[in-house]
């Protein structure tokens, strides 16, 4: 299986704040990644897709970047309505695993 | 407008067979994979499965594999997950999504709450 790892776990940010999130494979997937956000209660919701292609709608303060095993996804001004629980997912031939997730909120 | 409607909220005793669902409208149902995904109270998502509509070709995560059965109705554009003999530790909110043409979950489902308790 492939494993998957996020770091941080959690982070606190202020308003306006570029906020990074890192994701690694356990081996090289290309540009496999998919980046998702989950707020509470909530379903989640795809917001990059094949690392860094951004989902139609999806507002373009949203970034994804990497290839092979380490990938980063990034908010270039955190907003309010950000708050939620990010989490990265590589697909391998139809086999899927979920990073562990990262818990955003405002400081 | 493409969506994935789930079936309602269960509780049941551990022991207990167990069947919900996730229908499709809005796209082609049975050309693209649908997946599950558990998240136990309070933890994050896992992949449990997807499975091809069309001819009901399924693949299982290896954590799943033999404690869930998936399968498909694709004439009324129905994927279920199934359970023979629920445990306690099955109790989670269970979702339905759609893999697009790029492997990534695109369309999900409203969720299933699940409660397994004695």
């Known amino acids: 299986d492939i494993q998957m790892t996020q770091s941080p776990s959690s982070l606190s940010a202020s308003v306006g704040d570029r906020v990074s999130i890192t994701c690694q494979a356990s081996q090289d997937i290309s540009n496999s990644l998919n980046w998702y956000q989950q707020k509470p209660g909530k379903a989640p919701k795809l917001l990059i897709y094949?690392?860094?292609t951004l989902e139609t709608g999806v507002p373009s303060r949203f970034s994804g970047s990497g290839s092979g095993t380490d990938f980063t996804f990034t908010i270039s001004s955190l907003q309010p309505e950000d708050i939620a629980t990010y989490y990265c997912?590589?697909?391998?031939?139809?086999?899927?695993?979920f990073g562990p997730g990262t818990k955003v909120d405002i400081k | 407008e493409m969506q994935l409607v789930q079936s309602g909220a269960e509780v049941k005793k551990p022991g207990e067979s167990l069947k919900i669902s996730c229908k499709g409208s809005?796209?082609?149902?049975?050309?693209?994979?649908i997946g599950w995904v558990r998240q136990m109270p309070g933890k994050g998502l896992e992949w449990m499965g997807i499975?091809?509509?069309?001819?009901?070709?399924?693949r299982y995560s290896p954590s799943f594999q033999g404690q869930v059965t998936i399968s498909a109705d694709k004439s009324i554009s129905t994927a279920y997950l199934q359970w023979s003999t629920l445990k306690a530790s099955d109790t989670a909110m269970y979702y339905c999504?759609?893999?697009?043409?790029?492997?990534?979950?695109?369309?999900w489902g409203q969720g299933t709450m699940v409660t397994v308790s004695s």
């Open positions: 999504a759609r893999t697009s043409m790029r492997d990534a979950f695109d369309v």
């Open positions: 997912q590589q697909s391998d031939n139809l086999l899927f695993t």
């Open positions: 809005g796209y082609s149902f049975t050309t693209y994979w």
């Open positions: 094949d690392a860094s």
């Open positions: 499975i091809y509509p069309d001819d009901s070709d399924t």
